[in-house]
C-alpha cells in the first residue's frame, strides 16, 4: 500500500494526483510511472495511471494498468469502476456492466458507480432498472440535483397518486433535457395534479408557456419562494421511473407550436433563401458541458463538405460558443447568420419552423427540431456519447419519426469522415425534396 510506502514514493503520488486534476496529463503519467518505478506493487498508482491513459484514449495501455491494480488488489473499488468506464468506452458493455456491479458490491454506497450502470443500463435500452439507479444523482449534496432536496419547501414527489394535488416541476437539467422529458408534463396532468407549474430558466419560458400540462411558467428564484405551497416537487427526468417507461412506452415528443408572429418575424430573411432546401445548422455545443470537447466541431469549417450539394441553403441555429464564427463564415459557406435577435428558444423554433432540415451536435437544438417534427440529423462523437441515444443505431426512440444519428466509428479521427458520410444522404434528402416541390 500507498501509505507504508516510501515518503518520496507517496508525495509523487499526491503530486501526480494534482496533476491529474489539473489536465496536465504528460507530468501526471511522468509521475505515475515513477512512483511505479519506485513500487511496481503500488495498486493504487496502476489505477490511477490506467485511469488516467483512459482519458489520453490510450485504452489498450490503461486496461493493462487498471488489471495489474486487480490483481494486486481484487478489492479495490475504484479499479473496478474504471475497468468499468474504460469497457464502456470501447464497447465491451456486458464487462462494463460486470465490472459496475462489482464495484457496488465492494462500496454499496460508491455513488459514481450507481450513476455509471445507470447510464449504462439505459444505454442498452433497460430502463427498468436504470431510471431506478439514475435516482442515485439526488445522492450528491453539492451536485444540482442533490441541493434541489434542501432548497424547495415541499416534499419531492415519489410517485405518490397526483389527483387533486400541486405539482412543481423544477428544472435541475439542461435546455435539451427539458426540452426531451417535456413530453411528460401532459402525462403529469394526464394522472390527475390539479395544478403543473414549471419552475426553469427564462429561455424556456415562452416555449414552453403554452405548452400542453402546464398551468404556469416560472422563473427559479419565484418557483423556490412559492415551493412551500405546493404539494410535490419533481424533476422531469424523474418521470420516466415513476410511470414506469420502456423504450417500447416512450410518450410522444410534446409536440410544440412556435408562435405565429416570431414566424411571420423570422421569416422574410429566411424566405429570401429562395428555390433551396434550408438547412440549420449547429456545430458547437454547450461549453460547460463535461463531453464539450468531443461533442462540438472545431469550428464551422469543419462541415464545408455540405457546402459541396447543390440546391443547399444553410442557416446558422448557433448561439453562444461559435455565434462569432456564424458571422464572418468562411467565403466559400455562405451562412445566413440572424444575430443577436434570436434571443431564446422560442426564436429558435419560429426559425426552426421555416427550415426544412437541421443538422446539429448533441445539443439543445436536436430535442427543439425534433419535438417540433422536423427532420433532424444528430452528429454524435464516438466517445461518452450521451446515454439517451442509446448504442449503435442510427435512429432514436425518443423521436422515432425524424431523427437520424451519424456517429464517429472505432478508428475515425475527427469528424471528417462523419461528414463524408452526411454528404450522399443531403444530396438524397435535396433530390427527395425536389420532388415535392
Known sequence: MLAKSPDTAEARFHLASILFREHRFGDAEAEYRHVLRIMPAAAEAHNNL????????????????????????????????????????VRRLDESESAYRRALVLRPGYRDASLGLSTLLMSMGRFDEGWERYESRYDYPLFVHGQSKTMLGCQQWQGEPLAGKSLLVWQEDGLGDMVQFARYLPVLKAAGARHVALGCVNALHRLLANGSGVDAVLDHATAQAQSASFDYW?????????????????????????????????RPPIAALRGA?????????????????????????????????????????????????????????????????????????????????????????????????????????????????????????????????????????????????????????????????
Not at 491494480?69 to 468506452?89: I, K, V, W
Not at 424523474?238 to 410522444?252: D, K, Y
Open 277 to 437: 432546401v434550408r438547412i440549420g445548422l449547429v456545430w458547437k455545443g454547450n461549453p460547460k458541458h463535461h463531453n464539450d470537447a468531443n461533442r462540438s466541431l472545431p469550428s464551422v469549417a469543419t462541415l464545408a463538405p455540405l457546402w459541396s450539394v447543390p440546391g443547399a441553403r444553410f442557416v446558422s441555429l448557433q448561439k453562444g460558443q461559435g455565434e462569432e464564427e456564424a458571422a464572418h463564415a468562411p467565403e466559400n459557406q455562405p451562412l445566413l447568420h440572424l444575430g443577436s435577435a434570436v434571443t431564446d428558444l422560442a426564436d429558435s423554433a419560429a426559425v426552426i419552423a421555416e427550415l426544412d432540415l437541421v443538422i446539429c451536435v448533441d445539443t439543445s437544438i436536436a430535442h427543439l427540431a425534433a419535438s417540433l417534427g422536423k427532420p433532424c440529423w444528430v452528429l454524435l462523437p464516438a466517445r461518452d456519447v450521451d446515454w439517451r441515444w442509446m448504442n449503435d443505431r442510427d435512429d432514436s426512440p425518443w423521436y422515432p419519426q425524424n431523427v437520424r444519428l451519424f456517429r464517429q466509428r472505432s478508428g475515425d479521427r475527427g469528424w471528417a469522415r462523419v461528414i463524408e458520410r452526411i454528404v450522399p444522404s443531403l444530396a438524397k434528402f435535396l433530390g427527395a425534396a425536389s420532388l415535392l416541390d
Open 234 to 266: 419533481t424533476s422531469l427526468v424523474s418521470a420516466p421511473l415513476h410511470f414506469r417507461t420502456t423504450v417500447e412506452s416512450i410518450p410522444e415528443p410534446l409536440r410544440l407550436r412556435p408562435d405565429q408572429a416570431l414566424i411571420d418575424q423570422w
Open 50 to 89: 490506467g485511469n488516467l491513459l483512459e482519458v489520453l484514449d490510450r485504452f489498450s495501455e490503461a486496461e493493462s494498468h487498471i488489471r495489474i491494480a486487480l490483481c494486486l488488489n481484487p478489492d479495490l473499488a475504484e479499479a473496478h469502476y474504471n475497468l468499468a468506464s474504460l469497457m464502456r468506452q
